[in-house]
């Protein structure tokens, strides 16, 4: 069965900290995507990244990044030099090919104080 | 590009009433999805269309909730009698959905809905 994990329930941090959201999943299929959202105070849920299996490469994308390792089933999330408008709740979700259905992680509350 | 609207924002109602949530997915998105999220928990899905079909709809309650997409384009979602445990945020997604790849989904805003 597909299941993601994310351990932490809520982080709090202090501003240009840098913070690691961790995300561990279980998937029998050999070809899947991982996903990252950010769900501001506002509650839309936004789109921060897409991996395939098949990539393990590491992502930078400004202040974010993310390593993604398949030995160990995890898809990691850095945030470097955090700020307040970082504050949100992170989703780390897992789709298996073809059915394009999400399995999304509890989410991590991350808090950045000024 | 107009991103995934929904309507209304924010929904109170009584136990055993009825209420009905509307989808409008980004134009060309051929899958459109309802969640359920309640505080404190991720998104569960409900139910999922591919273009007018019914791809998943096997954590929707059939015997109170239905959802439809018509036309392949705009759905709606209705709870019929709604209990109090359904107060939570419908969140409705889409995304292109082309075969044998699974690509981002895009959120509208939410509605909230209250059960008293």
């Excluded at chain 1, 849920?45 to 395939?52: A, K, T």
Aim: aromatic share 14%; proline share 3%.
């Amino acid at each position: 069965a597909q299941k993601v994990t994310q351990a932490q329930t809520e982080i709090s941090v202090v501003e240009k900290e840098d913070v690691t959201l961790d995300c561990v999943y279980e998937t029998r299929d050999t070809t899947y995507y991982l996903f990252w959202y950010k769900q501001p105070p506002s509650g839309e849920l936004v789109f921060l990244i897409r991996r395939n299996s098949f990539d393990e490469q590491n992502e930078i994308s400004g202040r974010y990044s993310w390593n993604f390792q398949k030995s160990t089933s995890s898809f990691n999330f850095t945030i470097t030099a955090s700020q307040v408008v970082d504050s949100a709740v992170y989703f780390c979700a897992l789709s298996e090919v073809g059915t394009y259905k999400y399995i999304f992680g509890t989410g991590t509350r991350l808090k950045v104080l000024a | 590009e107009a991103g995934v609207a929904q309507s209304p924002r924010y929904k109170i109602i009584e136990k055993r009433q009825s209420v009905a949530f509307w989808c409008n997915p980004i134009s060309g998105h051929a899958t459109l999805y309802w969640y359920q999220q309640i505080l404190g928990q991720g998104p569960k899905l409900l139910i999922q269309f591919q273009n007018n079909g019914v791809v998943d709809d096997s954590q929707l309650p059939k015997d109170r909730f239905s959802a439809e997409r018509l036309k392949g384009v705009d759905s709606t979602l209705k709870i019929q009698p709604a209990k109090l445990e359904d107060s939570a945020v419908y969140l409705c997604a889409s995304s292109v959905g082309r075969q044998g790849k699974s690509y981002e989904q895009y959120f509208g805003p939410g509605t909230r809905l209250t059960v008293t």
